[in-house]
């Protein structure tokens, strides 16, 4: 790496020590990775003890390196470097730009790094695991008394974690940060209140409509794994570079800049869920392979790394649900479908089964409707947990008791209820909305997405589904590429959105597309 | 941990902060080994470049750890510690002898880590991941060329390796210390002569046999993988410590005191591949089951470790040859086969399949009586190469001629010939003889093992196929679990064996062996 000057280069020295350093944090902090993905697909359940001891020690290592005084200097040397060649004129604007944005966003990551006690580190990172480990078993007994000790002790050290940051913010948003950098909870509100309201009012209406039983079967393991390869080499997806598994809960995760995974998951009696797990983690793993990592130029910078969960999210979701359960994505996939045991005998069928719209209690699988109200009782839970003084022993209560305000449904135990997400088990509170953030920033991106399409010659009333019923979804994944992915941790997540929509952040969009899909659905009986 | 004075206890600080180092660089390694079968069971190709990064970091983090002046102070602390304890007569014999031991060995293995530059350590890293990425290239297309650079790279960092840690062995012999530490290359070749005269007349004897062509059939995959299901379930797999999957090499592996995992593979063509493979990489897994790690007491100490690869392949042989192709396991077996779809209809039958003795070009799928002749190819070839001047250029003619020298047959390409093993492709020499050594270990201990048995009331000619017969493989491991298992590194190999069979190791007992079976298969006619 060089900085170009008049035509001649010089090495620039700062710089490129700070790279290497990166570097470093970043090849161990991929090693995290692989013993995480290794956990969970992989490991048998008596190595729990040891891995977690595992990742304490590689967490201690990553705090050292990531709030030393060393990293710390040569922070401040690369700065130094880089202000003088940009007072000399001889770096584009576009790479004064990016060097900029990286060290800002460096500098404020060290911040943080530098306020957090080593041992509360090492102590979190050994808790995860256990966590995570009591989590597994009490789910499986639907224990929830297993598990709460174990969450108790979590959730006083992150409220520990938030006071050592002692940023201005509340302790929930303070941990929410590194998923959603810049959220508050106000703000949070303003998007998510129309839907508290909106969404139970819709799920009201389509509970009066007739609808089939025809999704009322399920598929075999075999089927549904064949279906989930068949999907991904659909969309391109390049075996060199990734690799498909199964765990407990699906994921996607980078381990190198050739190196994707995801997991899926097979759940008896719930035919499409491994199918639409697999499409939500590969659009995950679509936006880590497009960020601008091309020849690893920013893989260990913070340039390089998703700028936010919500993002992150909608672009899962775009694929999982603006995709893979578009009414030109069912006539497409339907025979592979009935070629596998499935009962439909037409597009029309399959795409009435995938989107079934009936309020349940789990929210991996909830429909588009729902889902939304799965992530406002989890949000307001985590932040009364942490900051509004709820009691870990009051959790199944209230959870059940919200469930049943908001979707009318009473999970049958803990394990479909308060226990049914990996989240809270390994300490993750300030994760959920972006799930639901992903809901609104998915549906107006893909506003966008379909005018830009339209400017390129699509006239058809959805751009979007022609491309999907041409089996033309590289368009699609060109234009996230461009837009978003490409990016980084450039803009935050508003800041992109309202650049790529030329508007703020609102609920609109998503709702829109919501009632959009119901007037369809409705209009096919 | 605290040693007790005449029945008071005091902390032994120095040798319990030696333990936390010692916990500390486990940790690693076993980090070191979760990466090895993640690239051997997961990783998509494309990341090996990233891999080879990550293993390099750690390779130069734990060779750092191994030969650092504070690891020497510590060691030597606990050595003035132990001293004094045992002058004042307050340790137990037991204890002294143990302590003793593990100081022993922590010096032993110092001044080797000690003497090597860390550069090369990760030079050597990054060159080993290099290389099995080119051998799997060229072992898939058989173009040893591909690979060959790669490997005079290896050999001329293993030599400069061997340079460094100047013993007064040669080069050869120090890089096999690892494996078989003692050893000499004079030594070997009095284990090994007996069987370069021997084993050829065994196999022309044979030749002159007519046996059925019965064994020419084929067992999909599926049933394949359920076969060894059945197999470990049989002997007692527990899957709450154990995991096995599937990679081009079968292995053993493990990850930490209660994380044992084996890989085997499905060959096309060979039915028993997959399930020998299994039984092998099993009696490894065992082995290491059975190290003196109860409680973890000894899991990070020397005590703790493997002794030696000859007696770890001795492990494996006993459970692959000695049981699993024993008449008497065939007996139990063959209707699980049967139903599997083999064409056996008797224990015969599946005996008879699974006791070929045709010499072929693969080590892997070699019968007992050839396999030893692999070795003494790859043990020749080797200290040739290492320091006897044979190029690399010369290595696929040179392979191919002593095959037909000692084998009678000829490799119809490289895959098939001197690719064939990954061995090399990761620099490791000095390992192949470990794997004779395990058949003259095997024989040798299943003799004293067949007495021990007599001496407890087994009165059948042969206790062994016995205990077989009767589904009491419990019996057998159990014995090598209290004779050899707990002892760990006490003991070098020959001390074991000899302490173990009252006999100096030698070839004798495993030409007895052989010379028995094949009266046995040959009666059958």
Known sequence: MVVSLRGQTLPD??????????????????????????????????????????????ARNLHARQSSGYFEELIKEAKIEFQQASQLGDLDFAEIDDRARNLELLEQDLTRQKRLDPDLVSILATAKAHGYHLWKQARASSDYQCFAPALRHLIGLRQEQARQLSEARTIWETLAQPFEPDLSIERLKELFEPLRKSLPELIENVRSWKRPDSYKWDLDAK????????????????????CVAESPHPFSITLGPKDFRLTTRVVSGQPFSCFLATAHEWGHSLYEQGLPIQSHQWFSWPLGQATSMGVHESQSLF????????????????????QEGAPVQCGEDLWQALNPLT??????????????????????????????????????????????DLLGVTPPNDSEGCLQD????????????????????????????ADSLRDSGILEEDPIDFCIGQGNEFSLLSWLREKVHLHGRKMNAEELVEKVTGLPLSSSAFLNYLKKKLELLNITF
């Open 13 to 58: 020295l700062a710089w490129r020590r700070l790279g290497e350093y990166l570097h470093e944090t970043r090849l161990l902090g991929s090693i995290q990775n692989t013993l995480y993905w290794d956990q969970n697909t992989s490991m048998p359940v008596g190595s729990s003890e040891w891995r977690a001891e595992q990742l304490s020690l590689l």
């Open 223 to 242: 089927s549904q794994r064949l279906l989930c390869d068949q999907l991904l080499q659909e969309w391109s997806r390049d075996r060199n570079i990734t």
């Open 422 to 449: 990996v989240h809270w088990s390994e300490g993750q509170f300030g994760y959920f909305p972006s799930y639901l953030l992903g809901h609104l920033i998915s549906a107006q991106l893909s506003e966008a997405m």
């Open 359 to 404: 309020p349940g209690c789990n929210r991996v699988e909830a429909d588009e409707l729902s889902y939304g109200l799965h992530i406002l009782i989890r949000t307001d839970l985590e932040i009364e947990l942490l900051e509004g003084g709820l009691d870990v022993e009051a959790l199944p209560i209230e959870w059940n008791r919200r469930y049943k």
């Open 319 to 338: 694929w999982e649900n603006r995709v893979a359960r578009s009414r030109p994505f069912s006539e497409r996939f339907w025979s592979s479908f009935a």
